[in-house]
C-alpha cells in the first residue's frame, strides 16, 4: 500500500492551511441565547419577496426535511470533515417566500443583530440548509439551537447560528465579520479569509 497516496487524497478535500479536528469548537461572538420555550422563537423571511413570512419552530420542522453529509472549515484554521446536517433547504425558504428577481444577496439574521452575508446563488445551493440536526443530535444552544445555516463552502463563519431572520436584498450588505476585515466571500479552498486576500 502506497500511504503517500491516500494522504494527497485527504488533502486534496481539506483546504490549504486548515488542521482537521474530530472535535466540534464552539466559536462566536457575543451570547449564547437559551430559549425557555420555542415560542420565544421565530424566523421572518424578508425584503425582495412577494410573501413576507414568519414561521413558528413547527413551522419549520412541518416543511421538507433534507439531509446533507459535508465538510465545514473555520477561518481560524479548524476543518471537521463528515458533518450530517439535517434541515430544510434554504432554498425552500426562497420559493415559498416567492423571491422577487430583484433579489442578489441574501443577509442572514442572527440574534444580537448579528449578521451575515452572502450572493442569493450561494444561498440557494442544493447543500445550502437552515439546520436543527447534526450528526443525529439536536443543536445545542453552543451550536445553533433552534436553527442554524450551513453553507458547506464557505468558510464556516457565514454559518449563522441561531438565525431569526433571512432577507432577500438587491445590494450587498456586509455582516459582522465582514465589516470586521473578514473576506466578502470567504471561499476556503481560495483561502479567501481576510479582505485583502
Ligand atoms: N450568530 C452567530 N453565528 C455564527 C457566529 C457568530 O459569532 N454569531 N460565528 C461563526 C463562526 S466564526 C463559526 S466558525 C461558526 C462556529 O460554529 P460552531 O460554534 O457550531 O462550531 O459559527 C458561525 N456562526
Ligand atoms: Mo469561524
Given amino acids: 500500500m502506497y500511504f503517500g497516496k491516500v494522504r494527497t487524497q485527504v488533502s486534496g478535500r481539506v483546504p490549504p492551511n486548515q488542521n482537521v479536528t474530530t472535535a466540534f469548537p464552539v466559536l462566536h461572538y457575543g451570547n449564547v441565547p437559551y430559549y425557555k420555550d420555542k415560542k420565544e422563537w421565530n424566523l421572518k423571511v424578508f425584503g425582495e419577496v412577494e410573501n413576507e413570512l414568519t414561521f413558528s419552530y413547527e413551522a419549520v420542522m412541518d416543511l ?22 439535517k434541515g430544510v433547504a434554504a432554498a425552500e425558504f426562497a420559493r415559498r417566500a416567492a423571491v422577487k428577481d430583484t433579489a442578489e444577496f441574501v443577509i442572514l439574521h442572527a440574534e444580537e443583530e448579528w449578521t451575515t452575508n452572502l450572493p442569493i446563488e450561494d444561498f440557494l445551493r442544493e447543500t445550502s440548509l437552515l439546520a436543527h440536526t447534526h450528526n443525529g443530535e439536536v443543536l445545542t ?13 464557505l468558510y464556516f463563519w457565514k454559518s449563522a447560528k ?24 470567504g471561499n476556503p479552498f481560495k483561502e479567501q479569509r481576510f479582505s485583502w486576500d
Avoid at 465538510?71 to 458533518?83: A, F, P, Q, Y
Avoid at 451550536?143 to 463552502?153: C, I, M, Q
Fill in 64 to 85: 421538507p426535511q433534507s439531509e446533507y453529509k459535508n465538510d465545514i472549515h473555520c477561518v481560524t484554521g479548524w476543518s471537521k470533515l463528515d458533518n450530517v446536517w
Fill in 141 to 153: 444552544p453552543e451550536h445553533g439551537f433552534p436553527l442554524r445555516a450551513v453553507f458547506p463552502h
Fill in 162 to 185: 441561531w438565525v431569526r431572520g433571512i432577507e432577500f436584498s438587491e445590494t450587498d450588505k456586509s455582516g459582522f465579520w465582514e465589516k470586521n476585515g473578514y473576506h466578502n466571500y
